[in-house]
């Protein structure tokens, strides 16, 4: 892929879509098209937060490891931002990601990462709302299960 298409692509991707072409360009230029396939691990957890990637095709399943073994939490598929919670709290991973599937994905190194936040406002606004996503579908999470024990209990 040359460096007009993947700049269309990213175009595609609504966290990117108000961005300048000559900004896009220094992203598509910068950053890596990664390839994954079904079953590969995508990162680990425990493992450093160096880089963030945008699903651009497939989808990672979120494993997350319990005492009764991993399960899926949840299944991220095309134009989502991923592993950009260890990147803004300096922190290892807390989940490990396996790609459902072939997935292809853009690596963005941190250094990238935070030099597109500090200058498009409206980029950093789109992960401010995905964060705030997740933020909720995790409360979400945690209120299911919360019941699930308390009718365990009850039994």
Do not use: C, W
Request: charged share 25%.
């Amino acid at each position: 892929m040359d460096l007009a298409e993947e700049t269309d692509l990213l175009r595609k991707i609504p966290m990117f879509a108000k961005m300048e072409t000559s900004k896009l360009k220094l992203l598509a230029f910068a950053s890596e098209i990664v390839g994954f396939q079904d079953g590969d691990i995508v990162f680990s957890s425990g493992d450093s937060a160096d880089f963030a990637y945008v699903i651009m095709d497939g989808a990672v399943d979120i494993i997350t490891e319990t005492n009764s073994g991993p399960i899926v939490t949840s299944t991220l598929r095309q134009n989502h931002l991923i592993g950009e919670l260890g990147l803004l709290n300096n922190a290892p991973r807390n989940a490990t990601l396996v790609a459902n599937g072939d997935l292809h994905a853009m690596k963005i190194t941190a250094e990238m990462f935070f030099r597109i936040l500090r200058e498009n406002s409206e980029v950093a606004l789109d992960v401010i709302r995905m964060l705030s996503s997740k933020l909720t579908q995790s409360h979400e999470l945690v209120e299911a299960l919360q019941k699930q024990v308390n009718q365990q209990d009850e039994a």
